[in-house]
T-cell receptor, first 114, second 113 residues
Framework: DAGITQSPRHKVTETGTPVTLRCHQT?????MYWYRQDPGHGLRLIHYSYGVKDTDKGEVSDGYSVSRSKTEDFLLTLESATSSQTSVYFCASGLAGRGTDTQYFGPGTRLTVL | DQQVKQNSPSLSVQEGRISILNCDYT??????FLWYKKYPAEGPTFLISISSIKDKNEDGRFTVFLNKSAKHLSLHIVPSQPGDSAVYFC????????????FGAGTRLTVKP
């Protein structure tokens, strides 16, 4: 399995506060992804990156921003957290952005917005 | 809109028997399909995949069947083992773009000893 870590693993915050989640991979994968998992919805793509400083929106990007200053790190920021952003967030990475490339997932961050 | 659907939230089977997990999709652009397995407090891990040019792919106890005309795929686990108890996610994407991968809501499989 690819070495992907996420921090923090759990976070409780209040509505209106900024939150940053971190993803770190050691596989030198070019592509990185942020998903959220909610009951009844499976995993939904928030943002993805196809290289350092190259990012784009996914299916549910409103209220989120991302940054990637190094190949190994991908940050997800909630500028002003809302209760609807309470979710489990998964980071993933992959070698290629197409074809039969497999995405490798991190262990997840459980975020609660009160 | 949910382009990938897993209509059974849960499934319980006896150890040694077959587990069949089902998945339906609506987007005709999907031509690559994957199953991921997820244990509690861990991230999903890739299990098995199939391309739309095939109708079956087998890997040990796991077999995925694809029926393109019905836009339906299924995962068979034979024989089922207690360690298979997990949430299984079906995913689908166009081969040309991983960024359009869509996941089903998952099916929780419980294998009873």
């Amino acid at each position: 399995d690819a070495g992907i870590t996420q921090s923090p693993r759990h976070k409780v915050t209040e509505t209106g506060t900024p939150v940053t989640l971190r993803c770190h991979q050691t596989e030198n994968h070019r592509y990185m992804y942020w998903y959220r998992q909610d009951p009844g919805h499976g995993l939904r793509l928030i943002h993805y990156s196809y290289g350092v400083k190259d990012t784009d929106k996914g299916e549910v990007s409103d209220g989120y921003s991302v940054s990637r200053s190094k190949t190994e790190d991908f940050l997800l920021t909630l500028e002003s957290a809302t209760s609807s952003q309470t979710s489990v967030y998964f980071c993933a990475s992959g070698l290629a952005g197409r074809g039969t490339d497999t995405q490798y997932f991190g262990p997840g961050t459980r975020l609660t917005v009160l | 809109d949910q382009q990938v659907k897993q209509n059974s939230p849960s499934l319980s089977v006896q150890e040694g028997r077959i587990s069949i997990l089902n998945c339906d999709y609506t987007n005709s652009m999907f031509d690559y399909f994957l199953w991921y397995k997820k244990y509690p407090a861990e991230g999903p891990t890739f299990l098995i995949s199939i391309s739309s040019i095939k109708d079956k792919n087998e890997d040990g106890r796991f077999t995925v069947f694809l029926n393109k005309s019905a836009k339906h795929l299924s995962l068979h686990i034979v024989p089922s083992q207690p360690g298979d108890s997990a949430v299984y996610f079906c995913a689908a994407k166009p081969l040309y773009n991983n960024n359009d991968m869509r996941f089903g809501a998952g099916t929780r499989l419980t294998v009873k000893p």
